[in-house]
């Protein structure tokens, strides 16, 4: 693979961001409730999700990757998830 690290391939990704719809809403009251912060956590690769101190989750969306993962397995309710609109988001670069 070129000899280049997973982070370094990663680097040579874009983001375009967009600052007026972000892309992943937590309902923190459900994610409080049924432990979500682990599960998301522990599932992004990309290290969205941080778990605070006060139990709350917060999100760097605009370093997400688009992968889905944790939207798969958060618990019902607990996030909200859409790709970002057209033209947004990340923008993957092979090599």
Do not use: K
């Not at 983001?15 to 972000?22: E, K, L, N």
């Not at 690769?45 to 944790?70: K, M, P, T």
Request: aromatic residues 8%; glycine residues 10%; proline residues 4%.
């Amino acid at each position: 693979m070129n000899g280049l690290t997973v982070v370094e391939r990663l680097a040579r990704n874009r983001y375009t961001t967009d600052q007026d719809f972000p892309h992943i809403h937590v309902n923190q009251d459900v994610a409080l409730a049924t432990g979500a912060a682990a599960i998301l956590v522990s599932v992004c690769s990309a290290r969205v999700y941080r778990q605070e101190d006060d139990g709350s989750i917060s999100v760097a969306w605009a370093a997400c990757l688009e992968c889905g993962a944790c939207l798969a397995v958060a618990p019902p309710g607990s996030l909200e998830w859409h790709y970002p609109r057209g033209g947004r988001g990340v923008q993957f670069r092979e090599g």
